[in-house]
């Protein structure tokens, strides 16, 4: 993890059901616009180590391109198979658009 406490990011033009992955030291997060609401999530699928921006998002679930392993962004929860475990989540504040990202909550199980 990053020494630094905080991500910075701003969302101007990342509309609903729209993501964009930004680098936090040697991690990616992956912030997702559901309706409004930003979320943020490791930019990692459990199954493979592919990244997920390359994926599809509808709703709050992220599905990855390579196997179709299904994650709710909101909590990291892994939906369908084969993802094998959760998602990191990072705390997510928001002031315009501007995010503050971090730090990373245990995800839940699957
Ligand atoms: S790498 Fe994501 S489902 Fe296989």
Not at 58 to 82: I, K, N, T, W
Request: hydrophobic content about 40%; aromatic content about 6%; proline content about 5%.
């Amino acid at each position: 993890m990053s020494a630094m406490k905080e991500l910075e990011v701003e969302v101007e033009g990342l509309a609903p059901g729209e993501m964009k992955a930004f680098r936090w030291g040697e991690i990616s997060v992956l912030v997702c616009n559901v309706d409004g609401e930003f979320y943020a999530v490791e930019n990692r699928c459990s199954h493979a180590d592919i990244p997920l921006d390359t994926g599809s998002l509808r709703g709050c679930e992220l599905e990855c391109v390579s196997h179709g392993a299904v994650f709710d962004v909101r909590s990291g929860r892994a939906l369908e198979l084969p993802g094998r475990s959760s998602l990191g989540v990072f705390s997510v504040e928001r002031t315009g658009n501007v995010l503050r990202i971090g730090p990373l909550r245990k995800a839940e199980k699957p």
